[in-house]
């Protein structure tokens, strides 16, 4: 009885353990989570793809090249705040969005031009 007892406690005991993910990084550009090794060779693919959409984009859709967000050591070790960086990556990546003239929503610039053809006036109540 008592072995029975202590198997289900450690069977409960590696349930309850919390599995950590790996830390992520937030791309500036595009808002999506990449590994902190990872992340060095999305964004320059990212910022590439960026200039062809954008450069394919009616004028009056097209927006400036977003910047990298600078985020200071917070140690003297040169260590990241790392959700500050992810912070500030969430905030740029959201400055990309446009809004629809109609009903205020935003969007990237090639998924509003989509959105825009369906998007009716709410009616006058």
């Given amino acids: 009885m008592l072995k029975t007892v202590l198997i ?30 990872s992340i060095s060779i999305h964004e320059p693919q990212c910022l590439k793809k960026w200039h062809q959409e ?37 905030i740029s990546a959201q400055n990309q969005l446009v809004p629809c003239d109609i009903c205020g929503r935003t969007f990237l610039p090639d998924r509003l031009i989509v959105h825009q053809k369906s998007c009716k006036p709410k009616p006058a109540t």
């Fill in 54 to 90: 954008n450069d394919m984009l009616p004028k009056r859709l097209r927006r400036p090249e977003p910047k990298k967000p600078e985020v200071n050591p917070i140690q003297a070790k040169g260590f990241y705040d790392l959700d500050a960086l992810n912070e500030a990556a969430w």
């Fill in 8 to 37: 289900l406690l450690y069977y409960c005991h590696l349930q309850a353990r919390v599995v950590r993910r790996p830390p992520t990084v937030i791309c500036y550009i595009c808002g999506r989570e990449y590994g902190t090794t």
